[in-house]
C-alpha cells in the first residue's frame, strides 16, 4: 500500500485495526498492540503498544517476540491488523487444539494453506524465538518448524484470513456488505 500504515487504513469510516480489535478483543484476556510507527494513534485505540525490541523492520516475528515480552499471561495470540474479518471463534479453536495435542503453537489453516501469523502459542517458546530472531531468522514457518506445532482448518471460514495488500483489496472489501 505504497508504505502507508495499514493498520490506520480506514475501511467503512474507521481504522482496520479497529475492525481487528472488535473481533478479538472478546477473544482474549489481555490485548497488545504492536507497531513502530504512529505510536500515539495506536494509543488512542485504549490499548497498551508495544513497539519491536530489535532495530529496524523484523517482521511478524519481531512483533510476537515483543508480545511473548510483554504479555502477562501464559499464552500469546496474534492476528494481523490487515485481516479485518478474523474468526469471531479463532482463539477458542485455536486454544483446543493446542491443549489437546499438547502443542507449543497453533495456527490457523485454510486447505493446504497455513496462516502462521494468526496462532496462538505458549509463552515458553520465547527463548526459541529470540535465538532465532537473533541468528538473522526471519521467517516464521522456519522458525516453528522447530516446535510442536498443530495446524488448525478454518476451513469453513477462508475468507477469514484474507489480508488487506492493495488498495483494490481494501475497495473490494469496502464494497462487500459488513460480515
Not at 473481533?23 to 490499548?47: I, K, S
Not at 505458549?122 to 516464521?140: C, D, P
Amino acid at each position: 500500500m505504497g508504505g502507508v500504515d495499514k493498520g490506520l487504513k480506514l475501511l467503512r469510516g474507521k481504522p482496520m485495526i479497529a475492525w481487528v480489535i472488535e473481533r478479538f478483543a472478546p477473544q482474549v484476556d489481555e490485548l497488545l498492540v504492536n507497531a513502530n510507527q504512529n505510536l500515539d494513534r495506536y494509543a488512542q485505540l485504549g490499548y497498551r503498544v508495544v513497539p519491536d525490541a530489535l532495530e529496524g523492520f523484523a517482521g511478524p516475528l519481531a512483533g510476537l517476540q515483543s508480545a511473548l515480552a510483554e504479555a502477562s499471561h501464559g499464552l500469546v495470540a496474534t492476528v494481523p491488523c490487515d485481516s479485518p474479518c478474523l474468526p469471531l471463534d479463532l482463539i477458542k479453536r485455536l486454544h483446543g487444539a493446542l491443549q489437546g495435542h499438547e502443542a507449543d503453537l497453533a495456527v490457523a489453516k485454510t486447505g493446504a494453506q497455513a496462516h502462521p501469523v494468526f496462532c496462538l502459542c505458549q509463552k515458553s517458546v520465547s527463548s526459541s524465538l529470540t535465538e532465532f530472531l537473533t541468528a538473522g531468522g526471519r521467517k516464521i514457518d522456519a522458525w516453528y518448524a522447530a516446535l510442536k506445532v498443530v495446524e488448525v482448518a478454518f476451513d469453513d471460514n477462508p475468507a477469514a484470513f484474507s489480508n488487506v495488500n492493495t488498495e483494490a483489496d481494501l475497495a473490494a472489501l469496502e464494497s462487500q456488505r459488513p460480515a
